[in-house]
């Protein structure tokens, strides 16, 4: 009976205690089920997941990110992160390729061409007012700088080496739905087996009761674990928790085989 008692107490406070921590901080959700960016870029041949590893860690500093492989030949990775912004796509598009490059197109020497003596053209006084209105050191600065900028985004095909999108926020109301129609087809079957099987063991209605109570606790002491653990919480963790339960459902259903053996 102490036991019991101290049990309950246990149970009762993980329960509170994952209350606490769902209102205050919510479920670990997964990056990739958050609102995120993503950069996916084509390499188009193999590459050290280290090397990529690193050039997000130069790119984004603290900041969370994810680095997934694509495609059937794992050619391609994904880039995952809360937010992304234009100077850190340009500088990881600049990185990759550059890393592209040493791979598969090593850089060639290039020959200057020789060069012609030019002849000085005669100038009149209407020419020498064009050449002295075209030579504006602003203007030409900005247009290099614009340039530069761009060369990366202009130099790589969108959609053939590299894709840049956003992903709404994944409910997890919505990854839970197509579980709830076999859950409950699964828990009417379970209440009527239960019911024709132990009939014997007393009242049909207080032994499917009982048995459901256990079931929710369980279930509820699972849920609790996983948010004040801070277990991230993935498509594949649904079917982790619902197994638990089925497991603690059979030890339920052996300690009611038990007791028939002793009527």
Do not use: W
């Not at 592209?100 to 003596?117: D, F, G, L, R, S």
Request: glycine letters at 4%; hydrophobic letters at 45%.
């Amino acid at each position: 009976m102490k036991k019991n008692k101290i049990v309950l107490f246990v149970l009762a406070l993980i329960l509170l205690a994952g209350i606490i921590m769902i209102c205050v901080k919510g479920f670990n959700v997964s990056l990739s089920l958050r609102a995120h960016d993503t950069l996916k870029f084509v390499f188009d041949t193999k590459f050290n997941m280290n090397d990529i590893t690193k050039i997000c860690d130069d790119v984004f500093k603290d900041k969370e990110y994810k680095v997934e492989t694509v495609e059937v030949f794992s050619d391609a990775v994904y880039i995952i992160s809360p937010t992304i912004s234009l100077d850190e796509e340009k500088a990881l598009l600049e990185k990759l390729d550059n890393l592209y490059k040493t791979e598969e197109t090593p850089e060639v020497a290039e020959t200057a061409p020789e060069e012609t003596p030019e002849t000085p053209e005669a100038t009149t006084p209407e020419t020498e007012g064009q050449t002295e209105t075209s030579e504006d050191p602003g203007a030409a600065g900005s247009a290099t700088a614009e340039n530069t900028e761009q060369s990366i985004l202009d130099k790589l095909t969108v959609g053939d080496k590299y894709d840049f999108y956003h992903d709404s926020k994944v409910r997890i109301s919505d990854m839970v739905y197509p579980y709830l129609i076999p859950s409950g087809i699964c828990a009417l079957i379970i209440v009527l087996y239960i019911g024709i099987r132990y009939r014997k063991l007393g009242n049909v209605f207080v032994t499917v009761l009982k048995t459901l109570v256990e079931m929710l606790v369980c279930f509820l002491t699972i849920v609790s674990i996983i948010a004040i653990c801070r277990i991230p919480f993935t498509t594949a963790l649904i079917p982790i928790v619902i197994l638990l339960v089925l497991v603690c459902l059979c030890i339920r259903l052996l300690f009611y085989e038990r007791e028939l053996e002793n009527l």
